[in-house]
């Protein structure tokens, strides 16, 4: 493993922003009939959060950033768990007090819910990345990049929101939107906190793991939908 140079970091950000942005549209247009027809709304959350988390590992492989199998696994795993744990807390009515209305100048009107769920997740999302991809040394830059990274996602997200109002953006956590930002910073925050790099084997191979899964879910949900 070697630090990576600047210019190799910094590549990383437009890539992950695109992988991003593809995992959120093929989870809104392919995963989201899950959510019709039900009350749980585990199984959409489970399927778009393992979307997204394949997607960043994918590319994060191809780069030489992930050191290990075990490592993007864990990573996945990571993505997962954040989004069910908020559908957990939402079910049980932890965030009630929080559905209140707040207007703030970038981002308009929202429930303050919105705008501390998108936070969480970024947040222990930023981290969960930087502490298994970051070297030992350079680890006490989560505490300073992770937060001002989830920050800057929560005001890109409903910035955008409020700008494109009249067109098919939401804020929902799972939204393309939502996604791409997320990987957009997260690209931003192993930039700025220094990660490594390894020669890849098999560069592309979590990729074809990711299609394999695209066009296994795509099956499955047209038959769900049926």
Not at 46 to 65: D, E, H, I, K, T
Not at 89 to 114: C, S, Y
Not at 189 to 204: H, I
Request: proline content about 5%; glycine content about 6%; hydrophobic content about 60%.
């Amino acid at each position: 493993m070697a630090l990576a140079t600047p210019a190799y970091r910094w590549s990383l950000v437009p890539v992950l922003t695109a992988a991003g942005f593809v995992s959120g549209v093929y989870t809104e247009m392919v995963i989201s009939p899950m959510r019709y027809g039900t009350a749980n709304p585990y199984p959409f959350t489970f399927f778009g959060s393992l979307s997204l988390g394949l997607a960043l590992c994918a590319v994060l492989w191809a780069f030489g950033f992930v050191p290990s199998g075990k490592a993007a696994a864990t990573l996945v795993a990571a993505t997962i768990a954040v989004h069910l744990i908020l559908d957990f807390a939402i079910g049980g009515h932890l965030v009630d007090p929080l559905i209140v209305d707040v207007t703030l100048p970038i981002v308009g009107r929202v429930f303050l819910w919105q705008l501390v769920e998108h936070f969480l997740v970024a947040v222990v999302l930023y981290s969960a990345f930087l502490l298994v991809l970051v070297p030992g040394r350079r680890k006490l830059w989560t505490l300073l990049v992770t937060p001002v990274c989830a920050v800057l996602t929560v005001a890109v997200v409903f910035s955008l929101v409020e700008l494109a109002a009249a067109l098919v953006v939401n804020s929902s956590i799972l939204s393309f939107t939502t996604q791409a930002t997320q990987a957009c910073f997260l690209a931003v925050a192993l930039a700025l906190a220094g990660a490594e790099t390894r020669t890849p084997q098999k560069r592309f191979a979590l990729l074809y793991v990711q299609l394999g899964y695209l066009v296994a879910v795509f099956a499955g949900t047209d038959r769900f939908a049926r």
